[in-house]
């Protein structure tokens, strides 16, 4: 599967890329960008990649520009992939709402029409770009981590839950946590995936974390880092994080759940930014062996 090059940006001594290429998932052009540091720029040394998510509204521009984790990932020679967060360009109306269609395909695989054809964003994120970016880039994908902002966090924790051997590390800022009760995925869900509720579960944070535990197929050997703002103006409607914390205390995981509250932070990249080096730190010692 072929790359194009769409720009090229020297960046703390690594590149900064933006890629196109065509998917069979989604069915349309998708594009990334993608951080490499210096050694697999200059030496094509394969390296770790940590998958940075964003949320509604964001393309793959929105974490690569604002939350400055290159500097970070430099550090610690990691890549970091930004993918975009919809399929885009599809022959009908998909950008008439902030919350459905483009910038919002909440990293689930739709299954009614007319999203059922692209909107696809489990797969392509869990599957088809790691294939990609394996294939033509320098890139080690047995080392992959994975992080996330707001509808990005749900798709880091739950695409970490679905697949808990394929990453080595997983952490999310101000994520949703039950996304079958936030208001984004009461608006979104029974569009994407119909009205049986039994359905939205297997997208849904907290329903995979306490389908793991009483399966005892909850990893017990990796630790959650979650930060999250305590101004953030999302946090009651469609976050529920306070629910998570209670849910690890009732299932006796607090020791591998980090769920950090930051006094008066809103949901914004100013509040991301602050916290980018605690998350670059946890995914690049594990990803490292550090
Ligand atoms: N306008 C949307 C939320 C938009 C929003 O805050 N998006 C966040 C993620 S949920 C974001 O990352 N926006 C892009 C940015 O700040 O760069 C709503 O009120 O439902």
Redesign the pocket.
């Known amino acids: 599967m072929a790359l194009t090059l769409l720009s090229a940006s020297k960046h703390f001594a690594g590149t900064l890329s933006k890629y196109s290429h065509v998917s069979t998932t989604t069915h349309c052009t998708m594009v990334f960008n993608v951080f490499l540091p210096k050694t697999a720029v200059e030496d094509k040394v394969k390296v770790p990649v940590l998958y940075c998510l964003?949320?509604?509204?964001?393309t793959e521009d929105?974490f690569a520009q604002?939350a400055g984790a290159a500097q970070h990932a430099a550090n610690y020679e990691i890549a970091l992939v930004f993918p975009d967060t919809s399929p885009r360009n599809v022959d009908f109306n998909a950008g008439a709402d902030?919350?459905i269609g483009y910038s919002a395909g909440f990293y689930l695989n739709a299954t009614q029409a007319p999203w059922d054809k692209n909107w696809k964003m489990y797969d392509y994120v869990s599957k088809e770009l790691p294939q990609v970016i394996s294939e033509n880039l320098p890139i080690d994908i047995s080392r992959s981590s994975i992080t996330g902002?707001?509808?990005g966090g749900h798709g880091a924790l739950s695409i970490f839950l679905k697949n808990q051997h394929a990453y080595k590390s997983v952490s999310a800022f101000a994520p949703i946590l039950h996304l079958s009760k936030s208001n984004?995925g009461k608006y979104a869900l029974p569009q994407y995936l119909g009205n049986d509720e039994s359905t939205w579960k297997q997208y849904d944070v907290l329903e995979l974390l306490q389908k793991h535990v009483a399966e005892n197929s909850f990893r017990k050997d990796v630790k959650v880092l979650i930060d999250q703002g305590t101004g953030d103006q999302?946090l009651t409607n469609n976050l529920h994080t306070d629910a998570l914390v209670k849910l690890t205390k009732e299932m006796g995981l607090e020791s591998q759940f980090d769920i950090r509250y930051h006094d008066g932070y809103d949901?914004?990249?100013f509040f991301i930014s602050t916290f980018t080096k605690d998350h670059i730190d946890h995914h690049g010692k594990i990803l490292r062996g550090l």
């Open positions: 964003g949320g509604l509204t964001s929105n604002k902030e919350s902002h707001s509808m984004w999302f949901h914004g990249y």
